[in-house]
C-alpha cells in the first residue's frame, strides 16, 4: 500500500461526484483520512464554514461541478449564468478562503481544485460555462502566488475530456458521433480514465512544492490543437 499520505486530513467536496470517488478513493489508499462531503454548497459562506466545521485539514480538494446550458451568447439565460457562478465560483472562494485562514495557522497546506480546461481554448455556445471556469482558473492562479509564502501549495487541474458523472457520462461514452467528434480534436483519441485526475492530483499533494498557482491541464492534448 502506497502510504505517502498517512497522517493527512483530506477533504473532498462534491465527493460523491465529479472527480471526487476517484480521488478520495486514491487518497485514501495513500493512507490519508478523507472526508467525503456531499454538501454542495452554493454560497462563500457556507463553503467556509464547510472548512470551518473539519476537525482538520491539511489537504483540501475544491472538486466542484455543475452541468452547463449551451447557448448563443446574445441567447445567455441570465438565471443560468448566476447558477453557474453560485455553484462552482462562490463556493471555490468559500473554500479558499476558509482552508488559507487554517493553513496558515499550521503552517502549511495544499488546496488542489477541479477545475475545466474549457477557458483554456474556449467552446462555443458555453460562453456562461467559460466565464465561471475561468473566474476559477485566474482565481486560484492569484491565490497560489499570493500564499506560496505561507507554506500553502495551490493548483489547479484545468481537466476536459476525462471520464466522470456530469460531463462525459457512460451513456455519452457509448455514442459513437461523439467518440469520432471527440477523435478530431483531442490527440491523445481517447476519454481519459478518471484514475489520471487522481494521479495528478496525489503528485500535486505530495511533490508539487514549487509550482505555486498552477493550472495543469489535463484534457488529451485538446488545449494544443485548433
Sequence with gaps: MDNGL??????????????????AARFEAAGATVH????????????????????????????????????LVDAIDSDGWHALFDHLVHPLMGLVRGAARRMKAQGHGRIIAITSAAPLRGIPKNGAYCAARGAQNAFLRAAGLELARDGIAVAAIAQNYIENDTYYPPELLKDERFLARMRDVVPAQQIGAPSATANLAYFLATEAEFMPGQIFPLSGGWTTTL
Design 6 to 23: 498517512v497522517g493527512k486530513a483530506v477533504l473532498v467536496t462534491h465527493g460523491d461526484r465529479y472527480m471526487g470517488p476517484a480521488i
Design 36 to 71: 467525503r462531503d456531499v454538501t454542495r454548497p452554493t454560497s462563500a459562506e457556507a463553503a467556509e464554514a464547510l472548512v470551518e466545521g473539519q476537525e482538520a485539514v491539511d489537504i483540501l480538494i475544491a472538486n466542484l461541478a455543475y452541468p452547463p446550458t449551451p447557448a
